[in-house]
């Protein structure tokens, strides 16, 4: 899901730049409010987790490869601006240091991993809350079931953005959104999805069990459904 | 927290696992690749070459006999989770309440 250079034109590119702004805006603004300087080591930890659970590339039936991200898990610790921040320095080391993902288009990756996932997320996880009476349960299958809608609908995105490139802005990306979309959408909907749901759902069982300290951390986040 | 390094340590020494799949991932191909014209994707190489990142494709340059590339996938991996884990912290420490 990371677009790379010269796949986005520069208008595409200025849009998703200029729309992270407020984003990463509010992203500090609230982490000044609530980010206590104990769970500054948990919030690093979890931007290295999104890291390296990234590297791990999956096979997807088409012959392509696709991964999770952690930005569910991180949302439903530590709230949806911690998982802004956390993916965003993931993001920004991976396109500087391994070519991954572009310095051009890091807005727009930011926009899809670090932004409509988390929130996404967030917002499924607090239905989930609001819905069953067990917290438990509810944060467990929620922040599962978030992480797969949420990583699947960011593919949405990420196909969307490339796929709009040759009606837009010809000259870049020619693939058109009849091919990104889906191609995206099936990588998510059937390995990266689940990988991202799974993995979000069984770190927080996990802890649940032998850590549940890590479950009481303050949300950086806005409240959502009054959650 | 010694825990947490451990399950770090692990993750990052099973990363080359994420090696084996076949293929890349859709949407990431070199440009030259792209079934277009040459002159379609003359401005698009130009911007694919504003940046060159120095451990390309999470590998050492020319690491790319044998057993090298795992090993430079977990060179990567130590790399980045340690400028990571630093970049995080000190904009934690400016963002934090004391």
Known sequence: ?227 | MRKTIVVLAILILLTPLGLLAPGEAWGEWSIEDWNVSESWKSVAEKIANIWSAPLPDYNLPGWEEGALPYLGYIISAIIGVILIVLITIAIGRILARK
């Open chain 1, 1 to 227: 899901m990371h677009i790379p250079d010269g796949y986005l034109g520069p208008v595409t590119c200025a849009f998703f730049y200029i729309v992270m702004v407020p984003i990463w805006y509010l992203a500090f603004k609230k982490a000044r409010e609530k980010l206590e300087s104990r769970t500054v080591p948990v919030l690093a930890v979890l931007s290295a987790f999104s890291f390296i659970f990234m590297m791990f590339n999956w096979p997807i039936p088409d012959g392509t490869t696709g991964h999770g991200v952690g930005g569910a898990l991180i949302s439903a610790l530590m709230g949806p601006y911690a998982a802004t921040i956390a993916v965003t320095v993931a993001l920004l080391i991976q396109a500087i240091f391994f070519g991954d993902g572009g310095i051009t288009a890091f807005g727009a990756n930011c926009f899809n991993m670090a932004f409509i996932l988390p929130f996404t997320s967030y917002l499924i996880m607090n239905l989930f809350k609001k819905v069953m009476k067990d917290e438990r349960k509810a944060t467990v299958i929620g922040a599962a079931v978030g992480g797969y809608v949420g990583i699947t609908l960011a593919a949405i995105f990420c196909g969307l953005e490339i796929g709009i490139q040759p009606f837009v802005e010809p000259g870049y990306c020619p693939y058109s959104f009849w091919l990104s979309v889906p191609a995206m959408a099936f990588a998510h909907l059937t390995v990266a999805g689940p990988v991202e749901g799974i993995v979000t759902g069984l770190v927080l069982e996990y802890l649940y069990r032998y850590s549940p300290d890590y479950l009481k951390l303050e949300k950086i986040g806005p409240k959502i459904l009054g959650v």
